[in-house]
Protein backbone atom coordinates (compact mmCIF):
# COMPACT_ATOMS: atom_id res chain seq x y z
CA UNK A 1 0.00 0.00 0.00
CA UNK A 2 1.10 3.75 -0.53
CA UNK A 3 0.94 6.46 1.08
CA UNK A 4 -2.71 8.37 0.21
CA UNK A 5 -1.68 11.92 2.04
CA UNK A 6 -0.04 14.34 0.26
CA UNK A 7 0.40 17.85 0.64
CA UNK A 8 -1.17 20.19 -1.39
CA UNK A 9 0.98 22.74 -3.41
CA UNK A 10 1.54 26.34 -2.26
CA UNK A 11 -0.51 27.72 -4.83
CA UNK A 12 -3.78 25.21 -4.20
CA UNK A 13 -3.08 25.97 -0.57
CA UNK A 14 -3.10 29.80 -1.77
CA UNK A 15 -5.88 29.37 -4.05
CA UNK A 16 -8.36 27.75 -1.37
CA UNK A 17 -7.42 30.85 0.97
CA UNK A 18 -8.02 33.14 -1.05
CA UNK A 19 -11.45 31.60 -2.09
CA UNK A 20 -12.41 32.42 2.01
CA UNK A 21 -10.46 36.18 1.96
CA UNK A 22 -10.98 37.58 -1.78
CA UNK A 23 -14.60 37.06 -2.69
CA UNK A 24 -14.88 39.89 -5.00
CA UNK A 25 -13.02 42.67 -6.46
CA UNK A 26 -14.31 45.18 -3.19
CA UNK A 27 -12.41 42.81 -0.90
CA UNK A 28 -8.94 43.35 -2.70
CA UNK A 29 -10.35 46.92 -2.19
CA UNK A 30 -10.91 46.85 1.15
CA UNK A 31 -7.35 44.46 1.74
CA UNK A 32 -5.68 47.00 -0.21
CA UNK A 33 -6.87 50.24 1.03
CA UNK A 34 -6.52 48.75 4.76
CA UNK A 35 -2.96 47.77 4.51
CA UNK A 36 -2.13 51.74 3.15
CA UNK A 37 -3.54 53.06 6.07
CA UNK A 38 -1.46 50.43 8.47
CA UNK A 39 1.09 52.04 6.48
CA UNK A 40 0.54 55.07 7.78
CA UNK A 41 -0.42 56.61 4.19
CA UNK A 42 -2.16 60.14 4.20
CA UNK A 43 -3.15 60.03 0.55
CA UNK A 44 -4.78 56.50 -1.04
CA UNK A 45 -5.53 56.50 -4.71
CA UNK A 46 -7.58 54.19 -6.29
CA UNK A 47 -8.27 53.54 -9.96
CA UNK A 48 -11.07 50.71 -11.08
CA UNK A 49 -11.56 49.40 -14.41
CA UNK A 50 -14.51 47.22 -15.65
CA UNK A 51 -15.81 47.60 -11.69
CA UNK A 52 -12.65 45.67 -10.70
CA UNK A 53 -12.43 42.50 -13.17
CA UNK A 54 -9.59 43.95 -15.32
CA UNK A 55 -7.83 46.67 -12.96
CA UNK A 56 -7.79 47.64 -9.13
CA UNK A 57 -4.51 49.74 -8.53
CA UNK A 58 -4.13 51.43 -5.04
CA UNK A 59 -1.42 53.90 -4.67
CA UNK A 60 -0.45 54.80 -0.99
CA UNK A 61 2.32 57.48 0.11
CA UNK A 62 2.80 55.46 3.35
CA UNK A 63 6.10 54.46 4.51
CA UNK A 64 6.57 51.27 1.55
CA UNK A 65 9.02 48.24 2.28
CA UNK A 66 12.62 46.88 1.43
CA UNK A 67 12.98 44.86 -1.42
CA UNK A 68 13.00 41.94 0.84
CA UNK A 69 9.89 42.81 2.61
CA UNK A 70 7.79 43.53 -0.15
CA UNK A 71 9.29 39.56 -1.47
CA UNK A 72 7.55 38.09 2.02
CA UNK A 73 4.51 40.43 2.12
CA UNK A 74 3.11 38.09 -0.70
CA UNK A 75 3.82 34.65 1.07
CA UNK A 76 1.25 33.30 3.21
CA UNK A 77 1.28 33.93 6.83
CA UNK A 78 3.43 37.03 6.18
CA UNK A 79 2.58 39.93 8.58
CA UNK A 80 4.54 42.71 10.12
CA UNK A 81 1.50 43.26 12.62
CA UNK A 82 1.57 39.85 15.07
CA UNK A 83 4.62 38.33 16.22
CA UNK A 84 3.00 35.83 18.85
CA UNK A 85 -0.72 34.36 19.44
CA UNK A 86 -1.17 37.26 22.30
CA UNK A 87 -0.87 39.53 19.37
CA UNK A 88 -4.13 38.70 18.25
CA UNK A 89 -6.20 39.75 21.37
CA UNK A 90 -5.09 43.24 21.50
CA UNK A 91 -4.20 44.42 17.45
CA UNK A 92 -5.28 48.06 16.48
CA UNK A 93 -4.09 47.63 13.26
CA UNK A 94 -6.79 46.78 10.12
CA UNK A 95 -5.15 43.67 8.59
CA UNK A 96 -3.66 40.64 11.23
CA UNK A 97 -3.36 37.16 9.17
CA UNK A 98 -1.20 37.88 7.15
CA UNK A 99 -3.41 36.34 4.58
CA UNK A 100 -4.63 38.79 2.22
CA UNK A 101 -1.48 39.50 -0.13
CA UNK A 102 -0.68 35.82 -0.81
CA UNK A 103 -4.79 35.66 -1.16
CA UNK A 104 -5.08 38.12 -3.56
CA UNK A 105 -1.41 37.15 -5.51
CA UNK A 106 -3.25 33.02 -6.18
CA UNK A 107 -5.93 34.41 -7.84
CA UNK A 108 -5.18 37.63 -10.15
CA UNK A 109 -1.61 39.06 -11.30
CA UNK A 110 -0.10 41.44 -8.86
CA UNK A 111 2.14 43.99 -9.57
CA UNK A 112 3.80 45.90 -6.66
CA UNK A 113 5.95 48.87 -7.15
CA UNK A 114 7.31 50.18 -3.79
CA UNK A 115 10.20 52.42 -2.03
CA UNK A 116 10.82 53.19 1.54
CA UNK A 117 11.67 57.29 1.85
CA UNK A 118 15.55 56.29 3.11
CA UNK A 119 16.02 54.22 -0.04
CA UNK A 120 16.77 55.67 -3.05
CA UNK A 121 15.29 53.02 -5.40
CA UNK A 122 11.98 51.22 -5.22
CA UNK A 123 11.12 47.74 -5.68
CA UNK A 124 8.92 46.61 -8.44
CA UNK A 125 7.71 42.28 -8.25
CA UNK A 126 5.22 40.90 -10.19
CA UNK A 127 3.41 37.73 -9.03
CA UNK A 128 0.69 35.83 -11.15
CA UNK A 129 -1.25 33.04 -10.05
CA UNK A 130 1.04 32.87 -6.92
CA UNK A 131 3.82 32.03 -9.17
CA UNK A 132 6.95 34.14 -8.86
CA UNK A 133 7.44 36.23 -11.77
CA UNK A 134 9.99 39.26 -11.41
CA UNK A 135 12.15 41.10 -9.35
CA UNK A 136 13.68 44.27 -10.04
CA UNK A 137 14.80 48.23 -8.70
CA UNK A 138 12.75 50.45 -10.11
CA UNK A 139 12.71 54.40 -9.74
CA UNK A 140 9.34 55.46 -7.71
CA UNK A 141 7.66 57.57 -5.61
CA UNK A 142 7.62 56.94 -1.77
CA UNK A 143 4.91 54.71 -0.74
CA UNK A 144 3.83 51.22 -2.33
CA UNK A 145 1.34 51.01 -5.49
CA UNK A 146 -0.20 47.66 -6.25
CA UNK A 147 -2.05 46.86 -9.20
CA UNK A 148 -4.54 43.79 -9.20
CA UNK A 149 -5.35 42.59 -12.72
CA UNK A 150 -7.83 40.17 -14.07
CA UNK A 151 -8.98 38.90 -11.08
CA UNK A 152 -10.15 35.23 -11.11
CA UNK A 153 -8.32 34.75 -14.34
CA UNK A 154 -7.31 31.34 -13.02
CA UNK A 155 -10.98 30.31 -11.36
CA UNK A 156 -13.38 30.64 -14.04
CA UNK A 157 -16.13 29.89 -11.39
CA UNK A 158 -15.16 32.32 -9.19
CA UNK A 159 -15.19 34.82 -11.85
CA UNK A 160 -18.49 33.61 -13.54
CA UNK A 161 -20.13 34.31 -10.15
CA UNK A 162 -18.90 37.91 -10.26
CA UNK A 163 -22.34 39.62 -10.78
CA UNK A 164 -22.82 42.78 -13.04
CA UNK A 165 -20.44 45.54 -13.53
CA UNK A 166 -22.92 47.80 -11.90
CA UNK A 167 -23.38 45.67 -8.75
CA UNK A 168 -19.81 45.05 -8.18
CA UNK A 169 -18.64 48.69 -8.75
CA UNK A 170 -21.78 49.12 -5.67
CA UNK A 171 -20.02 46.89 -4.13
CA UNK A 172 -16.70 48.33 -4.37
CA UNK A 173 -17.76 52.08 -3.75
CA UNK A 174 -19.57 50.65 -0.34
CA UNK A 175 -16.45 49.25 0.81
CA UNK A 176 -14.56 52.40 -0.27
CA UNK A 177 -17.42 54.39 1.80
CA UNK A 178 -16.97 52.43 4.61
CA UNK A 179 -13.23 53.13 5.46
CA UNK A 180 -13.57 56.66 4.02
CA UNK A 181 -16.33 57.14 7.14
CA UNK A 182 -13.22 56.31 9.87
CA UNK A 183 -10.40 58.42 8.43
CA UNK A 184 -11.69 61.42 7.24
CA UNK A 185 -8.06 63.21 7.88
CA UNK A 186 -6.89 60.83 5.13
CA UNK A 187 -7.10 62.36 1.53
CA UNK A 188 -8.95 59.37 -0.46
CA UNK A 189 -10.09 59.59 -4.63
CA UNK A 190 -11.69 56.59 -5.91
CA UNK A 191 -11.86 56.48 -10.34
CA UNK A 192 -14.02 54.28 -12.38
CA UNK A 193 -13.20 54.08 -15.82
CA UNK A 194 -11.41 57.34 -16.44
CA UNK A 195 -13.93 58.94 -14.27
CA UNK A 196 -13.41 60.67 -11.11
CA UNK A 197 -16.09 59.39 -8.40
CA UNK A 198 -14.91 60.78 -5.21
CA UNK A 199 -12.44 63.06 -4.59
CA UNK A 200 -12.37 63.36 -0.55
CA UNK A 201 -9.77 66.04 0.40
CA UNK A 202 -8.69 65.42 4.14
CA UNK A 203 -11.05 67.32 6.44
CA UNK A 204 -13.36 66.52 9.86
CA UNK A 205 -15.64 63.47 10.72
CA UNK A 206 -19.05 65.95 9.69
CA UNK A 207 -17.46 67.06 6.51
CA UNK A 208 -16.79 63.53 5.46
CA UNK A 209 -20.11 62.47 5.93
CA UNK A 210 -21.03 65.53 3.67
CA UNK A 211 -18.82 64.45 1.29
CA UNK A 212 -19.57 60.68 0.51
CA UNK A 213 -23.71 61.42 1.09
CA UNK A 214 -24.23 65.36 -0.56
CA UNK A 215 -27.75 66.46 0.23
CA UNK A 216 -29.62 69.15 -0.90
CA UNK A 217 -27.88 72.72 0.56
CA UNK A 218 -26.16 70.13 2.92
CA UNK A 219 -29.29 69.35 4.42
CA UNK A 220 -28.67 65.97 6.33
CA UNK A 221 -24.73 66.90 7.14
CA UNK A 222 -25.97 70.32 8.65
CA UNK A 223 -28.34 68.32 10.96
CA UNK A 224 -26.17 65.80 11.97
CA UNK A 225 -26.32 65.42 15.78
CA UNK A 226 -23.09 65.30 17.14
CA UNK A 227 -23.31 61.88 19.78
CA UNK A 228 -20.23 61.29 22.50
CA UNK A 229 -19.75 59.15 25.43
CA UNK A 230 -16.84 58.09 27.49
CA UNK A 231 -16.57 55.11 30.26
CA UNK A 232 -14.54 52.82 31.24
CA UNK A 233 -16.03 50.14 29.21
CA UNK A 234 -16.56 52.03 25.56
CA UNK A 235 -16.34 54.80 24.41
CA UNK A 236 -18.69 56.15 22.01
CA UNK A 237 -18.87 59.03 19.37
CA UNK A 238 -20.35 60.26 15.99
CA UNK A 239 -23.32 61.79 14.72
CA UNK A 240 -27.00 61.29 14.60
CA UNK A 241 -29.17 62.72 11.90
CA UNK A 242 -32.32 65.10 13.56
CA UNK A 243 -35.77 63.52 13.37
CA UNK A 244 -36.42 65.66 10.22
CA UNK A 245 -33.61 63.90 8.32
CA UNK A 246 -35.42 60.32 8.46
CA UNK A 247 -35.89 58.40 5.01
CA UNK A 248 -36.68 55.35 4.27
CA UNK A 249 -33.20 53.94 3.34
CA UNK A 250 -30.75 56.20 5.73
CA UNK A 251 -27.09 55.88 5.70
CA UNK A 252 -26.33 53.73 8.70
CA UNK A 253 -22.86 52.77 9.67
CA UNK A 254 -21.17 51.07 12.76
CA UNK A 255 -17.79 51.41 13.77
CA UNK A 256 -15.80 49.38 16.09
CA UNK A 257 -12.13 50.28 16.56
CA UNK A 258 -12.12 51.67 13.27
CA UNK A 259 -13.62 49.15 11.28
CA UNK A 260 -16.87 49.04 9.78
CA UNK A 261 -19.25 46.20 11.61
CA UNK A 262 -23.09 45.05 11.46
CA UNK A 263 -24.72 45.26 14.83
CA UNK A 264 -28.43 44.73 14.26
CA UNK A 265 -29.06 44.71 18.23
CA UNK A 266 -26.94 48.00 18.67
CA UNK A 267 -28.95 48.97 15.92
CA UNK A 268 -32.45 48.96 17.53
CA UNK A 269 -30.72 50.76 20.32
CA UNK A 270 -30.57 53.27 18.23
CA UNK A 271 -33.84 52.99 16.65
CA UNK A 272 -35.31 52.94 20.30
CA UNK A 273 -34.00 56.75 21.05
CA UNK A 274 -35.96 57.64 17.93
CA UNK A 275 -39.30 56.27 19.15
CA UNK A 276 -42.29 58.57 18.77
CA UNK A 277 -39.92 60.86 16.96
CA UNK A 278 -39.59 59.72 13.45
CA UNK A 279 -42.59 58.16 11.61
CA UNK A 280 -42.76 54.45 11.24
CA UNK A 281 -41.29 53.54 7.57
CA UNK A 282 -38.72 55.78 8.27
CA UNK A 283 -35.19 55.63 10.10
CA UNK A 284 -32.49 58.15 10.48
CA UNK A 285 -29.02 57.95 9.19
CA UNK A 286 -26.31 57.56 11.87
CA UNK A 287 -22.47 56.81 11.53
CA UNK A 288 -21.57 55.78 15.08
CA UNK A 289 -17.61 54.56 16.13
CA UNK A 290 -17.34 52.80 18.98
CA UNK A 291 -14.07 52.17 20.62
CA UNK A 292 -13.48 49.91 23.06
CA UNK A 293 -10.63 47.88 24.73
CA UNK A 294 -9.77 45.08 21.36
CA UNK A 295 -9.76 41.80 23.89
CA UNK A 296 -13.66 42.34 24.89
CA UNK A 297 -14.59 41.75 21.53
CA UNK A 298 -14.42 38.93 19.94
CA UNK A 299 -11.19 39.13 17.59
CA UNK A 300 -11.60 35.65 15.92
CA UNK A 301 -13.67 37.17 13.37
CA UNK A 302 -13.40 36.23 9.90
CA UNK A 303 -11.67 39.18 7.59
CA UNK A 304 -14.81 39.46 5.51
CA UNK A 305 -17.21 39.04 8.23
CA UNK A 306 -18.93 42.40 9.69
CA UNK A 307 -20.63 40.76 12.46
CA UNK A 308 -18.79 41.22 15.85
CA UNK A 309 -19.38 40.17 19.29
CA UNK A 310 -18.89 42.35 22.33
CA UNK A 311 -18.55 41.17 25.96
CA UNK A 312 -20.70 43.31 27.44
CA UNK A 313 -23.44 43.60 24.88
CA UNK A 314 -26.26 44.84 27.23
CA UNK A 315 -24.03 47.04 28.83
CA UNK A 316 -23.30 48.80 25.71
CA UNK A 317 -26.31 49.00 24.59
CA UNK A 318 -27.73 50.92 27.25
CA UNK A 319 -24.80 53.64 27.21
CA UNK A 320 -25.54 53.86 23.36
CA UNK A 321 -29.49 54.48 24.14
CA UNK A 322 -28.72 56.92 26.78
CA UNK A 323 -26.30 58.58 24.97
CA UNK A 324 -28.16 58.67 21.44
CA UNK A 325 -31.65 59.85 23.41
CA UNK A 326 -29.05 62.42 25.24
CA UNK A 327 -27.87 64.18 22.28
CA UNK A 328 -31.65 63.91 20.41
CA UNK A 329 -32.87 65.73 23.18
CA UNK A 330 -30.24 68.51 23.77
CA UNK A 331 -30.27 69.24 20.34
CA UNK A 332 -33.61 70.58 19.99
CA UNK A 333 -34.53 67.78 17.86
CA UNK A 334 -37.58 67.54 20.35
CA UNK A 335 -39.93 70.97 19.74
CA UNK A 336 -41.02 71.57 23.30
CA UNK A 337 -37.45 73.01 23.44
CA UNK A 338 -39.34 75.77 21.55
CA UNK A 339 -39.92 77.17 24.91
CA UNK A 340 -37.06 78.47 25.41
CA UNK A 341 -37.00 80.88 28.05
CA UNK A 342 -35.68 84.53 26.40
CA UNK A 343 -38.36 85.60 23.86
CA UNK A 344 -40.92 83.27 24.50
CA UNK A 345 -43.41 85.98 24.28
CA UNK A 346 -46.69 84.76 24.91
CA UNK A 347 -47.11 82.12 27.33
CA UNK A 348 -47.70 83.69 30.54
CA UNK A 349 -47.71 80.74 32.39
CA UNK A 350 -44.08 80.45 32.33
CA UNK A 351 -41.97 82.00 35.01
CA UNK A 352 -38.66 81.99 32.82
CA UNK A 353 -36.53 84.72 34.43
CA UNK A 354 -34.90 83.00 37.12
CA UNK A 355 -34.58 79.24 36.31
CA UNK A 356 -31.70 77.71 36.83
CA UNK A 357 -30.01 76.11 34.15
CA UNK A 358 -28.42 72.83 34.11
CA UNK A 359 -26.61 70.72 31.25
CA UNK A 360 -28.42 67.67 30.70
CA UNK A 361 -26.91 64.45 32.25
CA UNK A 362 -27.58 60.61 31.71
CA UNK A 363 -27.20 58.99 35.16
CA UNK A 364 -26.20 55.01 33.53
CA UNK A 365 -27.24 52.18 35.17
CA UNK A 366 -25.25 49.34 34.83
CA UNK A 367 -27.90 47.07 36.14
CA UNK A 368 -30.06 48.49 33.53
CA UNK A 369 -31.71 45.44 31.57
CA UNK A 370 -32.62 46.49 28.10
CA UNK A 371 -34.92 43.39 27.58
CA UNK A 372 -37.00 44.76 31.02
CA UNK A 373 -40.11 46.77 29.40
CA UNK A 374 -39.69 50.33 29.34
CA UNK A 375 -37.37 49.71 32.59
CA UNK A 376 -35.31 52.84 30.99
CA UNK A 377 -38.42 55.07 32.09
CA UNK A 378 -38.23 53.83 35.82
CA UNK A 379 -36.62 55.09 38.34
CA UNK A 380 -33.32 53.66 38.25
CA UNK A 381 -33.29 55.92 35.03
CA UNK A 382 -33.41 59.81 34.40
CA UNK A 383 -34.66 61.31 31.78
CA UNK A 384 -32.10 64.05 30.93
CA UNK A 385 -33.59 67.23 32.64
CA UNK A 386 -34.29 70.29 30.22
CA UNK A 387 -35.29 73.58 30.76
CA UNK A 388 -38.65 73.79 29.71
CA UNK A 389 -39.35 70.89 32.47
CA UNK A 390 -38.98 73.18 34.95
CA UNK A 391 -40.54 76.03 32.78
CA UNK A 392 -43.18 73.98 33.17
CA UNK A 393 -43.09 73.72 36.63
CA UNK A 394 -46.83 74.60 37.21
CA UNK A 395 -48.49 71.86 35.24
CA UNK A 396 -45.33 69.28 36.48
CA UNK A 397 -46.50 69.51 39.97
CA UNK A 398 -50.31 69.37 39.09
CA UNK A 399 -49.94 66.27 36.99
CA UNK A 400 -47.56 64.69 39.22
CA UNK A 401 -49.77 65.05 42.39
CA UNK A 402 -52.60 64.10 40.61
CA UNK A 403 -50.72 61.02 39.07
CA UNK A 404 -49.33 59.96 42.45
CA UNK A 405 -52.10 60.09 44.38
CA UNK A 406 -55.14 60.02 42.23
CA UNK A 407 -54.75 58.93 38.84
CA UNK A 408 -57.32 61.15 37.66
CA UNK A 409 -56.94 61.05 33.60
CA UNK A 410 -57.14 64.41 31.81
CA UNK A 411 -60.67 65.09 31.36
CA UNK A 412 -61.94 68.46 29.23
CA UNK A 413 -64.20 68.93 31.26
CA UNK A 414 -63.81 70.95 33.83
CA UNK A 415 -64.83 73.78 32.04
CA UNK A 416 -65.94 76.56 34.59
CA UNK A 417 -62.96 76.93 36.10
CA UNK A 418 -61.38 77.21 33.00
CA UNK A 419 -63.69 80.27 32.07
CA UNK A 420 -62.20 81.71 35.95
CA UNK A 421 -58.56 81.10 34.65
CA UNK A 422 -58.95 82.44 31.29
CA UNK A 423 -60.46 85.95 33.05
CA UNK A 424 -57.66 86.20 35.02
CA UNK A 425 -54.30 85.40 32.11
CA UNK A 426 -56.01 86.51 28.95
CA UNK A 427 -56.40 84.97 25.68
CA UNK A 428 -53.01 83.59 24.72
CA UNK A 429 -54.14 80.48 22.46
CA UNK A 430 -55.81 80.41 19.53
CA UNK A 431 -57.69 77.18 18.55
CA UNK A 432 -57.98 77.17 14.95
CA UNK A 433 -60.29 75.44 13.26
CA UNK A 434 -61.35 73.49 16.95
CA UNK A 435 -58.51 71.47 16.12
CA UNK A 436 -55.50 73.19 16.16
CA UNK A 437 -54.13 74.89 19.25
CA UNK A 438 -51.52 77.85 17.64
CA UNK A 439 -48.94 78.74 19.98
CA UNK A 440 -46.28 81.15 19.75
CA UNK A 441 -43.01 80.13 20.54
CA UNK A 442 -38.85 81.92 20.44
CA UNK A 443 -38.65 80.32 16.73
CA UNK A 444 -41.98 80.64 15.63
CA UNK A 445 -45.40 79.60 15.36
CA UNK A 446 -46.51 76.32 17.10
CA UNK A 447 -49.53 74.35 15.64
CA UNK A 448 -50.52 71.59 17.66
CA UNK A 449 -53.38 69.27 16.46
CA UNK A 450 -55.07 68.75 20.04
CA UNK A 451 -56.16 65.15 19.56
CA UNK A 452 -53.26 63.44 18.76
CA UNK A 453 -51.60 65.72 21.52
CA UNK A 454 -54.41 64.13 23.98
CA UNK A 455 -53.38 60.59 22.75
CA UNK A 456 -49.95 61.02 23.71
CA UNK A 457 -50.35 62.15 26.48
CA UNK A 458 -53.47 59.21 27.42
CA UNK A 459 -50.82 56.79 25.77
CA UNK A 460 -48.03 57.82 28.39
CA UNK A 461 -50.36 57.76 31.27
CA UNK A 462 -51.60 54.38 30.55
CA UNK A 463 -48.15 52.60 29.82
CA UNK A 464 -47.24 54.56 32.90
CA UNK A 465 -49.95 52.46 34.23
CA UNK A 466 -49.53 49.35 32.78
CA UNK A 467 -45.98 49.40 33.93
CA UNK A 468 -46.39 50.10 37.47
CA UNK A 469 -48.97 47.99 37.82
CA UNK A 470 -51.42 50.14 39.72
CA UNK A 471 -54.61 50.74 37.19
CA UNK A 472 -57.06 52.60 39.38
CA UNK A 473 -60.18 51.30 39.33
CA UNK A 474 -63.69 52.67 39.38
CA UNK A 475 -66.51 49.97 40.63
CA UNK A 476 -69.50 49.70 38.34
CA UNK A 477 -72.79 50.09 40.29
CA UNK A 478 -74.48 47.24 37.98
CA UNK A 479 -71.95 44.86 37.06
CA UNK A 480 -71.79 43.87 32.91
CA UNK A 481 -71.92 40.36 31.21
CA UNK A 482 -69.66 39.87 28.38
CA UNK A 483 -70.28 36.20 26.41
CA UNK A 484 -67.50 35.86 23.79
CA UNK A 485 -66.67 32.89 21.26
CA UNK A 486 -64.48 30.54 21.95
CA UNK A 487 -61.08 32.04 20.67
CA UNK A 488 -62.15 35.38 21.80
CA UNK A 489 -63.01 33.99 25.02
CA UNK A 490 -59.27 32.30 25.67
CA UNK A 491 -57.31 35.52 23.98
CA UNK A 492 -59.19 37.59 26.68
CA UNK A 493 -58.20 34.92 29.52
CA UNK A 494 -54.29 35.50 28.38
CA UNK A 495 -54.67 39.40 28.67
CA UNK A 496 -57.11 39.24 31.81
CA UNK A 497 -53.12 40.54 33.95
CA UNK A 498 -52.79 43.11 31.42
CA UNK A 499 -56.34 44.73 31.92
CA UNK A 500 -56.33 44.16 35.29
CA UNK A 501 -53.25 46.66 35.61
CA UNK A 502 -54.98 49.56 33.65
CA UNK A 503 -57.92 49.08 36.08
CA UNK A 504 -60.70 46.96 34.07
CA UNK A 505 -61.84 44.16 36.94
CA UNK A 506 -62.94 41.70 34.35
CA UNK A 507 -63.53 37.83 36.01
CA UNK A 508 -64.19 34.85 34.20
CA UNK A 509 -67.88 33.67 34.77
CA UNK A 510 -67.87 30.18 32.89
CA UNK A 511 -68.99 29.51 29.51
CA UNK A 512 -67.14 31.76 27.52
CA UNK A 513 -69.15 34.77 29.78
CA UNK A 514 -67.13 37.35 31.49
CA UNK A 515 -68.55 39.91 34.07
CA UNK A 516 -66.86 43.27 34.37
CA UNK A 517 -66.99 44.78 37.12
CA UNK A 518 -64.94 47.56 37.24
CA UNK A 519 -63.74 49.76 34.59
CA UNK A 520 -60.02 52.28 34.82
CA UNK A 521 -60.77 55.50 35.81
CA UNK A 522 -60.95 58.02 33.36
CA UNK A 523 -63.76 55.95 31.59
CA UNK A 524 -66.60 56.87 33.57
CA UNK A 525 -68.31 57.50 30.36
CA UNK A 526 -67.54 54.85 28.18
CA UNK A 527 -69.56 51.89 27.65
CA UNK A 528 -67.81 48.85 28.78
CA UNK A 529 -68.43 46.07 26.70
CA UNK A 530 -67.48 47.78 23.50
CA UNK A 531 -64.39 48.78 25.05
CA UNK A 532 -63.96 45.29 26.11
CA UNK A 533 -64.49 44.31 22.63
CA UNK A 534 -62.10 46.79 20.61
CA UNK A 535 -59.44 45.49 23.37
CA UNK A 536 -59.64 41.98 22.19
CA UNK A 537 -59.70 42.91 18.77
CA UNK A 538 -56.29 44.79 19.47
CA UNK A 539 -54.53 41.80 21.26
CA UNK A 540 -55.91 39.72 17.50
CA UNK A 541 -53.97 41.94 15.45
CA UNK A 542 -50.86 42.25 17.81
CA UNK A 543 -51.00 38.21 18.78
CA UNK A 544 -47.51 36.65 19.05
CA UNK A 545 -45.59 40.35 19.98
CA UNK A 546 -43.70 41.04 22.89
CA UNK A 547 -45.37 42.13 26.06
CA UNK A 548 -44.14 45.70 25.31
CA UNK A 549 -45.57 45.70 21.71
CA UNK A 550 -48.51 44.29 23.59
CA UNK A 551 -49.04 46.99 26.09
CA UNK A 552 -48.05 49.62 23.54
CA UNK A 553 -51.26 48.84 21.51
CA UNK A 554 -53.48 48.28 24.48
CA UNK A 555 -52.32 51.42 25.65
CA UNK A 556 -52.85 53.15 22.54
CA UNK A 557 -56.55 51.86 22.12
CA UNK A 558 -57.22 52.72 24.90
CA UNK A 559 -55.79 56.63 24.68
CA UNK A 560 -57.86 56.37 21.43
CA UNK A 561 -60.76 55.59 23.28
CA UNK A 562 -60.22 58.01 25.48
CA UNK A 563 -58.91 61.69 24.28
CA UNK A 564 -61.35 64.59 23.07
CA UNK A 565 -62.98 64.64 20.05
CA UNK A 566 -62.58 67.75 18.38
CA UNK A 567 -65.44 68.70 18.46
CA UNK A 568 -66.11 71.56 20.73
CA UNK A 569 -64.25 74.99 21.61
CA UNK A 570 -61.20 74.91 24.37
CA UNK A 571 -60.38 77.34 26.97
CA UNK A 572 -57.39 79.55 27.31
CA UNK A 573 -56.95 77.06 30.58
CA UNK A 574 -57.85 74.07 28.81
CA UNK A 575 -55.14 75.04 25.97
CA UNK A 576 -52.81 75.53 28.29
CA UNK A 577 -53.33 72.72 30.44
CA UNK A 578 -53.06 70.44 27.76
CA UNK A 579 -49.49 71.86 26.06
CA UNK A 580 -48.12 71.16 29.31
CA UNK A 581 -49.00 67.92 29.62
CA UNK A 582 -47.66 67.57 26.27
CA UNK A 583 -44.36 69.16 26.97
CA UNK A 584 -43.72 66.76 29.91
CA UNK A 585 -44.78 63.64 27.17
CA UNK A 586 -40.97 61.93 26.37
CA UNK A 587 -42.09 62.04 22.79
CA UNK A 588 -44.26 65.26 22.17
CA UNK A 589 -43.62 65.38 18.76
CA UNK A 590 -45.50 62.67 17.61
CA UNK A 591 -48.48 60.34 18.35
CA UNK A 592 -47.43 56.44 19.11
CA UNK A 593 -48.40 55.74 15.82
CA UNK A 594 -46.27 58.06 14.25
CA UNK A 595 -48.53 61.05 12.93
CA UNK A 596 -47.10 63.95 13.86
CA UNK A 597 -48.60 66.64 16.20
CA UNK A 598 -46.83 69.47 16.63
CA UNK A 599 -45.45 71.41 13.49
CA UNK A 600 -43.45 74.60 13.56
CA UNK A 601 -43.68 77.35 11.06
CA UNK A 602 -40.22 79.41 11.90
CA UNK A 603 -39.90 82.92 11.81
CA UNK A 604 -37.63 83.05 9.26
CA UNK A 605 -40.49 81.34 7.32
CA UNK A 606 -43.00 83.52 7.98
CA UNK A 607 -41.07 86.27 7.63
CA UNK A 608 -40.07 84.77 3.75
CA UNK A 609 -43.84 85.28 3.54
CA UNK A 610 -43.62 88.93 3.87
P1 LIG B 1 -1.54 41.83 7.13
O1 LIG B 1 -2.09 43.15 6.67
O2 LIG B 1 -2.52 41.00 7.81
O3 LIG B 1 -0.26 41.97 7.86
P2 LIG B 1 -1.18 41.40 4.33
O4 LIG B 1 -1.05 40.17 3.49
O5 LIG B 1 -2.33 42.31 4.02
O6 LIG B 1 -1.21 40.97 5.83
O7 LIG B 1 0.13 42.24 4.20
C1 LIG B 1 1.37 41.60 4.54
C2 LIG B 1 2.40 42.63 4.95
O8 LIG B 1 2.81 43.38 3.80
C3 LIG B 1 1.93 43.64 5.93
O9 LIG B 1 2.05 43.17 7.26
C4 LIG B 1 2.84 44.82 5.67
O10 LIG B 1 4.05 44.67 6.38
C5 LIG B 1 3.17 44.68 4.20
N1 LIG B 1 2.35 45.62 3.40
C6 LIG B 1 1.24 45.32 2.73
N2 LIG B 1 0.75 46.40 2.09
C7 LIG B 1 1.58 47.42 2.36
C8 LIG B 1 1.62 48.82 1.99
N3 LIG B 1 0.67 49.38 1.21
N4 LIG B 1 2.65 49.57 2.45
C9 LIG B 1 3.58 49.03 3.24
N5 LIG B 1 3.60 47.73 3.63
C10 LIG B 1 2.62 46.92 3.20
MG1 LIG C 1 -3.61 43.45 5.36
Redesign the pocket.
Known amino acids: MHDIIHLLPDNVANQIAAGEVIQRPASVLK ?2 V ?3 I ?2 E ?1 TSIQVFLKDAGRTLIQ ?1 I ?1 N ?4 SDT ?1 AR ?3 ERH ?5 KEAADLFALH ?11 IAAVAQVEVH ?1 RRESDELGTLIAISGSQFELQEAINCSK ?2 A ?1 FVKNLFFNVPARRKFLKSNDTELRQLIVEFTRIALVYPQLHFTLQHNETELLNLAPTNHRQRIGQLFPSRNNAMQRQLIPIETHSSMVSISGYVGAPETAVRNANQFFFVNGRYMRHPYFHKAVMQAYEGLVSNQLTPPYFIYFEIDPSSIDVNIHPTKTEIKFEQEPAIWSILLATVKESLGKSHAIPSIEFDQEGAIDIPTMHASNVPQSQPKVNLNPAYNPFDNYSERSSNYQRPPMNWESLYHDFEKSKDESALEHPTLPTMERTSQGLLDEEREGKNYLLYKNRFILAGGKSGLMFIDRQRAHVRILFEQWMRQLRERRGFSQQLLFPEMITLNVADALLLETVLPELHDVGFEVAAFGKNTFVINGIPTGFENKPAVPMIELLIDTVKQNKGKMKEALDESIALTLAKATAVDNDRAMTQDEMSQLLGQLFTCENPNMTPDGKQIVVLLTNEEIEKKF
Open positions: ELENADAAVDGKGMDLAFATSKITMGFRGEALASTGTF
